[in-house]
């Protein structure tokens, strides 16, 4: 069934700009990657508007993690760790090391590649279990889920059991209670 125009809510769609902008990646790059994946688009006053929640779910990979400010090159992780150019792309993709796009140059994340090397120990994360989240803070089930996603809380799944960030659950408690 198609729509009227009259009842297309704009709040659904990006433009090609604003995908471009959001994600800084080049135009016809985005016409490729919708056109490869389907992505649904509806016309509306002489442009494509895409789907926000599609299009957020195959760029997702391309938003740069902001609290990283150190990079590697690639020449640069060859020369250290003396590896070929193909080991180096290897090692980047099967280590999952989160990387940045300058134009034609790809940038790698020290901290990740080093701690993939074994050159500096990984930070441990703590977790708490739900029943112990739900004990410390006095919340029901449903309150802690929705704190959870609503403040993007990082959370794992061991087995049948979920377990949230204990630091990220702390500080936003700690920080809610001072305010």
């Known amino acids: 069934m198609k729509r009227k125009q009259d009842e297309v809510s704009i709040d659904e769609f990006y433009t090609i700009h604003e995908i471009k902008e959001k994600y800084n990646v080049k135009e016809r790059w985005i016409y490729n990657i919708v056109n490869k994946k389907k992505i649904p688009k509806i016309f509306y006053r002489g442009g494509n508007l895409y789907s926000k929640k599609h ?3 195959v760029f997702a990979g391309k938003i740069v993690d902001t609290s990283i400010t150190e990079w590697y090159t690639v020449e640069e992780i060859q020369e250290k760790f003396n590896m070929t150019t193909i080991a180096v792309y290897s090692f980047v ?4 090391i989160p990387k940045k796009k300058d134009g034609r140059s790809v940038y790698y994340s020290k901290e990740h590649v080093n701690i993939a090397k074994g050159l500096v120990e990984a930070k441990i ?3 708490y279990t739900i029943p112990e989240a739900m004990a410390k803070y006095n919340l029901t089930r449903d309150a802690l889920y929705h704190y959870v996603k609503y403040h993007n809380i990082p959370k794992i799944k061991e087995g049948k059991c979920i377990k ?3 630091v990220h659950l702390d500080e936003l408690f700690n920080k809610s209670i001072t305010l």
């Open 125 to 127: 994360i703590r977790y």
């Open 55 to 57: 299009v957020d779910k």
């Open 93 to 96: 993709s099967e280590k999952r």
């Open 164 to 166: 949230i960030s204990m």
